[in-house]
């Protein structure tokens, strides 16, 4: 059974652009959830997305969006790059809610320059 | 507001020697406890889960941790750690409405020779 794949793995882009981040879940799961994970901050919850709907949203500025498609996967955007969004951003897959546990990708490491 | 406090940022400790991470979480009606471990360069992998019910919870590689309720916290144990134990560890609590998990800052468990 394939896990939650997140592409592209490494990402390096200039201040003030934009960048899209994708994830494909474990097959038959429905929520998806975005986290991001920085030194200073650690691990902070960006958003979820249940059957194409967002469910549930972090305190992110604006600039951070998101969408999930009629197949589950999911891509966040993230628009006029600020240094302080180099992470490493964290896919989650679930069946459901969080009595399934959520299995977590590998992660995009953004670097912004 | 819901918390996770990791009581430790590193933990050294000698191979076969039994280890104790340390949880506390804000108390909460109800609450939907985890742990989990990054590998370097990896993703978050589920150690195991505290849903209700029995209150020491078995989970994957020979750990296992312990609800405490009146105490508020979730300790993570390994009778005999392995070299490969070498990673971060992360606490998490689920957020009352909705899929959010809220997450500790982690503890940096190092196995030595």
């Known amino acids: 059974k394939a896990g939650v794949t997140q592409t592209p793995r490494y990402l390096i882009k200039t201040r003030g652009q934009q960048v899209t981040l994708s994830c494909s879940p474990i097959s038959g799961h429905r929520s998806v959830s975005w986290y991001q994970q920085t030194p200073g901050q650690g691990l902070q919850f960006l958003f979820e997305?249940?059957?194409?709907?967002?469910?549930n949203k972090g305190n992110f500025p604006g600039r951070f969006s998101g969408r999930q498609f009629s197949n589950s996967r999911s891509e966040m955007n993230v628009s006029t790059l600020e240094l302080g969004d180099s992470a490493l951003y964290l896919c989650?897959?679930?069946?459901?809610?969080?009595?399934?546990?959520?299995?977590f990708g590998s992660g995009t490491r953004l670097t912004v320059v | 507001a819901q918390s996770v406090t990791q009581l430790d940022s590193q933990v050294p400790v000698f191979e076969e020697a039994p280890v104790e991470l340390r949880c506390n979480y804000s108390?909460?009606?109800?609450?939907?406890l985890f742990w989990y471990v990054q590998y370097p360069n990896q993703g978050l992998q589920l150690l195991l889960k505290?849903?209700?019910?029995?209150?020491l919870v078995k989970g994957i590689n020979g750990f296992e941790a312990e609800f405490n309720k009146s105490q508020t916290s979730f300790h993570l144990r390994k009778p005999s750690v392995h070299i490969s134990d070498t990673a971060e560890y992360f606490c998490?609590?689920?957020?009352?409405?909705?899929?959010?998990?809220?997450f500790g800052t982690g503890t940096q468990l190092k196995v030595e020779l």
């Open positions: 997305y249940f059957s194409e709907t967002q469910r």
């Open positions: 989650a897959s679930s069946l459901g809610d969080l009595s399934y546990g959520y299995t």
């Open positions: 505290y849903l209700s019910g029995s209150t």
């Open positions: 108390s909460s009606v109800s609450v939907y």
């Open positions: 998490a609590r689920g957020s009352g409405g909705g899929n959010k998990l809220t």
